[in-house]
């Protein structure tokens, strides 16, 4: 800092007064101004290179603890406080807060399954539990309503459906497509909330009939069905919130990019061993094959 504050003045004073007033030799600064930048500083640029790219590639969400694994990833030694400082400078942040809008209450439900779940989060293998919800979106022709299920093995979303309408049909497309793609050989918990959705008796024949046991949270009590919550929450703090909507087909198309091309293929997971859902299932799936 005293040197470029001298190179800053050296036209308007003498460098040898400038330099005893700054408590400096000059020939200290001589060979500063020949190489301004240290090694480190160097390699601070460098990796302030890689990082800007990292960030980039996450949608601008990541924060310096999963670009620090990114870094390690590339074979990158550094630590998490180096790469927080750069992330500083450089005005780089994830991105954080999203208040939920308070919901509605509706009537007494017609078919209210027992909490087998209750709250046990962790899956030892895939297809053991399936969560679902629903989530709005707002566009400028109206909402759009956004249906998922999430497998608890890896936290990847399985299925999902969105339409203009909030109805059983929606639910029902995002479970088909979790069926389809998963094709399970042995019943599976789908775990949901109180929703007139989740309680109709379309919904209670289409499980009995595909195998499929319910489970449901507790009257008004999110919590019991925080992992959907949970991925919502991602979906729009890392998304929908960046973003304003012209039309229903417009937000379908950046919805379906989060969900097939960031959040299952890259996005990084504490609960799934910092690696995406699909890695996580992939390795899974490598070690059982190895045995």
């Given at each position: 800092?005293?040197y470029?504050f001298?190179?800053?003045?050296?036209?308007?004073?003498?460098i040898r007064?400038?330099?005893?007033a700054m408590?400096?030799?000059?020939s200290g600064?001589?060979?500063?101004?020949?190489?301004?930048?240290?090694?480190?500083?160097?390699?601070?640029q460098?990796?302030?290179?890689?990082?800007?790219?990292?960030?980039?590639?996450s949608?601008?969400?990541?924060?310096?603890?999963k670009?620090?694994?990114d870094?390690r990833?590339?074979?990158?030694?550094?630590?998490?406080?180096?790469?927080?400082r750069?992330?500083?400078i450089e005005g780089?942040?994830?991105q954080?807060?999203y208040?939920?809008?308070?919901?509605m209450r509706?009537?007494?439900?017609?078919?209210?399954?027992?909490n087998?779940?209750?709250?046990?989060f962790?899956?030892?293998?895939?297809?053991q539990?399936?969560?679902t919800d629903i989530?709005?979106?707002?566009?400028?022709?109206?909402?759009l309503y956004l249906a998922?299920?999430v497998?608890?093995?890896s936290?990847?979303?399985v299925?999902?459906?969105?339409?203009?309408r909030i109805n059983?049909?929606?639910v029902?497309?995002?479970?088909?497509?979790?069926?389809w793609?998963?094709?399970?050989?042995?019943?599976?918990?789908?775990?949901s909330d109180?929703?007139s959705?989740?309680?109709g008796h379309d919904w209670?024949?289409?499980l009995?009939d595909?195998?499929l046991?319910?489970?449901m949270?507790?009257?008004g009590?999110?919590?019991d069905n925080a992992?959907?919550?949970?991925?919502f929450?991602?979906?729009?703090?890392?998304?929908?919130?960046?973003q304003i909507?012209?039309?229903?087909d417009?937000?379908?198309?950046?919805v379906f990019?989060?969900?097939e091309?960031?959040?299952?293929?890259?996005r990084?997971h504490?609960?799934a061993?910092?690696?995406s859902p699909?890695e996580?299932?992939?390795?899974h799936?490598?070690?059982?094959n190895?045995?």
């Open positions: 800092m005293k470029a001298i190179k800053r003045h050296e036209g308007e004073y003498s007064r400038l330099c005893k408590a400096v030799h000059p600064y001589y060979a500063w101004k020949v190489e301004p930048m240290s090694l480190r500083a160097k390699d601070d460098r990796l302030l290179g890689l990082l800007k790219h990292a960030w980039l590639e949608g601008g969400v990541y924060g310096y603890r670009l620090t694994m870094m990833d590339l074979g990158e030694r550094c630590g998490k406080h180096r790469v927080a750069l992330l500083k780089l942040r994830s954080t807060g208040k939920r809008r308070a919901g509706g009537g007494k439900p017609a078919i209210v399954a027992p087998h779940l209750q709250r046990r962790a899956a030892a293998e895939p297809n539990a399936w969560v989530t709005y979106i707002r566009t400028h022709e109206g909402w998922v299920v497998d608890l093995f936290r990847q979303v299925g999902w459906s969105m339409g203009s059983t049909g929606l029902l497309d995002a479970l088909l497509m979790a069926l793609r998963r094709r399970p050989k042995l019943p599976v918990m789908v775990h109180q929703g959705q989740f309680t209670q024949d289409f009995r595909h195998n046991v319910s489970s949270s507790r009257r009590n999110c919590h992992v959907a919550e949970s991925f929450q991602l979906l729009k703090r890392e998304r929908i919130r960046r909507y012209s039309t229903r417009e937000a379908r198309a950046d990019n989060y969900i091309m960031f959040y299952n293929p890259k990084r504490g609960t061993g910092d690696i699909v996580f299932e992939r390795r799936s490598q070690r059982l190895s045995v």
